[in-house]
């Protein structure tokens, strides 16, 4: 049962003296799970008048009811499993094959770090758009009809990428994945994963989400690598950039075959055994966007999921410091960028089974605290070709820091208070700010890399994430004050 509730003022009197209760001055979400919350705000609606003075105060409430019963857990398994599959499928073409392959993404398509980054960065402009857009969508629509569609469009870019455009016409072909897999697609799926986990369930939801995720992007990518090496001899060096481009053809066509059957499945047998009625709305107000926005926790939010997504982004230039600083060839670089695939199923399903035991938003704040030390690793200087250990355990730090907390930051929505059936509408608005660096962390990186060669470039990029981890991490521990410690 949730009730929107916005006050022009409230004033309790306490013996002779009044005093106005400022800090709900402005408009409140209720979610109530338990008879005890019920009772509080029944309590709290029966306030009529307060008389101070001779001077007459009045609460004015507006609220409406928006469904009457807590959720509860009620989808079937297949359902997560679906959602996992679309949820890494319709990221293959524009995110997970340059993650891999970047040595290779660079090579056949004849761009330069900068000019990839700027196609990252067309992606985000467009996707911050499709943000904003698409939010309310999927309070209104079947989730599982928007993302097969979505689905459907992505697979079809894969047509144009397995052509080799040219660099204008691929800042084309990126806005439009900017659109197809974020205004149809993204918030249906952290608002389908929401009505996975019920009210207890949140952590598990999310961290088997991503871990999920996770371990689609990684079996792929060692399903793209056997493909791209049975057309590519063993002395790699020596493969003309005709051979190369012939054999990432493959593995371009392959993935928007799967994308395309994912659709199939999603849109036929996604469904939730949730009343769909229940969690949409027939429309979206302006009012209630407003309210949405104005909640603390969509605010912290906001910070948290930029922070967080820095150092997701920097995920795809380690395979790149694993050829250029760890001097590895381009089949040695990619395995890199697969194992760090695997890292993110391996932490998102441990995190899943663990961290409802706990309080998430406490986890989320350590997470920050891994990127904040991976990055310093980085930064510094100290790996080098001989710090083979010392790499691939840097390697793993970051990788928990980012994937945990990736896993989770969604996942602490149920602790703010965040109302389930305009989770659409919250995600839109969080993810304009949140997801800001698809626009600029591509361009600042290739910049580092391109201006300073080698391992300096490498450095500054890590120095970077090491001071957006430092803000994340000041805003995660204000979220955990404010929310998960009971409050």
């Given amino acids: 049962m949730i009730f929107f509730i916005s006050m022009d003022d409230i004033t309790f009197k306490r013996g002779n003296r009044s005093v106005s209760n400022k800090k709900y001055s402005k408009a409140l979400i209720l979610n109530p799970h338990s008879k005890e919350e019920l009772l509080k705000l029944i309590f709290l609606l029966s306030i009529q008048q307060r008389t101070t003075n001779n001077e007459q105060r009045t609460t004015i409430f507006h609220w409406f009811l928006v469904s009457f019963k807590p959720m509860q857990q009620k989808a079937p398994w297949y359902y997560l499993v679906l959602l996992i599959l679309a949820g890494e499928a319709v990221f293959i073409l524009p995110f997970v094959l340059p993650r891999i392959f970047r040595p290779t993404v660079l090579d056949v398509l004849q761009l330069t770090n900068v000019e990839l980054g700027f196609c990252f960065s067309v992606y985000g402009m467009v996707a911050i758009g499709s943000y904003l857009l698409g939010g309310p969508l999927a309070d209104k629509y079947p989730p599982r009809k928007l993302m097969a569609i979505a689905l459907w469009m992505t697979a079809a870019g894969g047509l144009l990428y397995a ?65 791209f090496s049975i057309f590519i001899s063993e002395n790699v060096e020596k493969v003309s950039l005709i ?214 470039g490498h450095q500054y990029a890590f120095w970077m994430l090491t001071g957006f981890s430092l803000v994340g991490g000041t805003a995660a521990v204000i979220y ?5 410690r009971g409050n």
């Fill in 243 to 456: 051979e190369r481009q012939e054999a990432f053809k493959y593995v371009i066509y392959f993935a928007a075959a799967i994308i395309s059957f994912i659709g199939i499945l999603t849109w036929f047998f996604m469904k939730s055994g949730v009343d769909e009625k229940k969690i949409l709305v027939e429309k979206i107000t302006y009012s209630q966007i407003i309210i949405v926005l104005k909640l603390p926790a969509v605010q912290l939010l906001m910070v948290i999921i930029l922070c967080a997504y820095v150092g997701y982004k920097i995920t795809d230039i380690v395979s790149l410091y694993a050829e250029q600083v760890m001097l590895y060839n381009e089949i040695e670089s990619a395995k890199v960028g697969t194992f760090l695939q695997f890292l993110r199923p391996t932490t998102g399903i441990l995190l899943g089974l663990l961290v409802d035991r706990l309080r998430i938003s406490g986890v989320l704040v350590l997470s920050f605290v891994a990127c904040l030390l991976g990055g310093v690793l980085f930064a510094s200087g100290l790996i080098n070709p001989s710090a083979v250990v010392l790499f691939f355990l840097s390697v793993v730090i970051i990788a928990v820091g980012v994937y945990s907390a990736r896993a989770l930051y969604f996942a602490v929505m149920e602790e703010g208070k965040i109302p389930l059936v305009l989770t659409g509408t919250a995600v839109g608005l969080i993810s304009v700010i949140g997801y800001m660096p698809d626009i600029f962390a591509g361009p600042a990186f290739g910049y580092f890399l391109d201006t300073y060669p080698g391992k300096l």
């Fill in 480 to 484: 955990y004050r404010l929310y998960g």
């Fill in 163 to 227: 052509a080799f455009p040219s660099f204008e016409v691929l800042k084309i072909l990126y806005g439009y994945w900017g659109f197809t897999t974020i205004f149809l697609f993204w918030a249906p799926m952290i608002k389908a994963t929401r009505v996975w986990g019920g009210t207890s369930s949140q952590g598990k939801a999310f961290g088997l989400l991503d871990g999920g995720r996770g371990l689609t992007g990684f079996l792929f990518g060692l399903l793209g690598v056997f493909i």
